[in-house]
């Protein structure tokens, strides 16, 4: 019996991999034309409780702003295993941001959430500037900010 069981955890554990399917989503955040330096943006993920799962991409390279993007920085906790890999420089006036990230296609229609908060220095901080749902409806579909990002849409 103890060899079934070890033949058939070896056969799960060599499967399972081939099981989770992961997508690529492209990023699409175009910001509002303002007065001012780079904005820092938080890209993240939440779940149907609107809790903090995953950091998507940071923009902005010098940490001690992370503080400013709130509410991603109360569920990362701002640890630098959160962002490490996923961070690049600010973005500026008007400009655009692409990037590309992983996700499990179980999380798509599971009731997760694509986040975006934002801040640029002496200027207004926007926690969930960008709140939107993530489905395989709502891809292609650009929303508005309620900040500096004045849209964002992802495509898969």
Same mark, same amino acid.
């Given at each position: 019996?103890?060899? *079934?069981?070890?033949?058939?955890?070896?056969?799960?554990?060599?499967?399972?991999?081939?099981?989770?399917?992961?997508? =690529?989503? =492209?990023?699409?955040?175009?910001?509002?034309?303002? @007065?001012?330096?780079?904005?820092?943006?938080?890209?993240?993920? =939440?779940?149907?409780?609107?809790?903090?799962?995953?950091?998507?991409?940071?923009?902005?390279?010098?940490? %001690?702003?992370?503080?400013?993007?709130?509410?991603?920085?109360?569920?990362?906790?701002?640890?630098?295993? /959160?962002?490490? @890999?996923?961070?690049?420089?600010?973005? @500026?006036?008007?400009?655009?941001?692409?990037?590309?990230?992983?996700?499990?296609?179980?999380? *798509?229609?599971?009731?997760? /959430?694509?986040? *975006?908060?934002?801040?640029? /220095?002496?200027?207004?901080?926007?926690?969930?500037?960008?709140?939107?749902?993530?489905?395989? %409806?709502?891809?292609?579909?650009?929303?508005? @900010?309620?900040?500096?990002?004045?849209?964002?849409?992802?495509?898969?």
């Amino acid at each position: 019996m103890k060899k *079934i069981i070890a033949a058939l955890f070896l056969a799960g554990a060599v499967a399972l991999p081939g099981l989770v399917q992961a997508r =690529t989503l =492209t990023l699409n955040t175009q910001l509002q034309n303002y @007065g001012g330096e780079g904005a820092y943006l938080a890209l993240y993920l =939440t779940d149907a409780s609107g809790k903090y799962q995953k950091t998507l991409w940071v923009a902005g390279q010098k940490s %001690k702003y992370y503080k400013h993007l709130s509410d991603w920085a109360r569920g990362s906790g701002m640890s630098p295993r /959160e962002f490490d @890999g996923v961070s690049g420089a600010s973005v @500026g006036s008007g400009r655009a941001l692409k990037v590309k990230v992983e996700l499990a296609d179980a999380l *798509i229609d599971a009731g997760y /959430e694509i986040r *975006i908060d934002s801040a640029v /220095e002496d200027g207004r901080d926007n926690a969930a500037d960008v709140r939107v749902p993530l489905t395989a %409806k709502g891809a292609g579909k650009p929303v508005a @900010g309620r900040g500096y990002v004045k849209s964002f849409s992802y495509d898969m």
